[in-house]
């Protein structure tokens, strides 16, 4: 059975930062490209960023590309999601995904239960 645990969100400002983590269990984590997808209140899911199983290649989407990176450490089983000068528009549910591909977002039931970010003033 696949589980993701995310951690690390909270509440920031404007500009602060904020590193969310998921650690990965069931499956052999190595194995798998992962991902974060987000979803803002009221909104659709969108897919923030993903990492190649070796962890050589990522993708981001051009609303974080710049300010989020994305990493792993396959020897811990965890996915990072460092995010840096947050804007109030990054405010989401995020959700550690495992994915096929890392330009995709992958079917809902390889996502985890989320950690929700919130960026206000």
């Known amino acids: 059975e696949v589980q993701l645990v995310e951690s690390g969100g909270g509440m920031v400002q404007p500009g602060g930062s904020l590193r969310l983590s998921c650690v990965a269990s069931g499956f052999t984590f190595s194995d798998y490209a992962m991902g974060w997808v987000r979803q803002p209140p009221g909104k659709g899911p969108e897919w923030v960023s993903g990492i190649t199983s070796t962890g050589i290649t990522q993708y981001y989407a051009d609303s974080v590309k710049g300010r989020f990176t994305i990493s792993r450490d396959n020897a811990k089983n965890t996915l990072y999601l460092q995010m840096n000068n947050m804007k109030p528009e990054d405010t989401a549910l995020y959700h550690c995904?495992?994915?096929?591909?890392?330009?995709?977002?992958?079917?809902?039931?390889?996502w985890g239960p989320g950690t929700q970010v919130t960026v206000s003033s």
């Open positions: 995904a495992r994915a096929q591909f890392i330009f995709t977002i992958p079917q809902r039931n390889n």
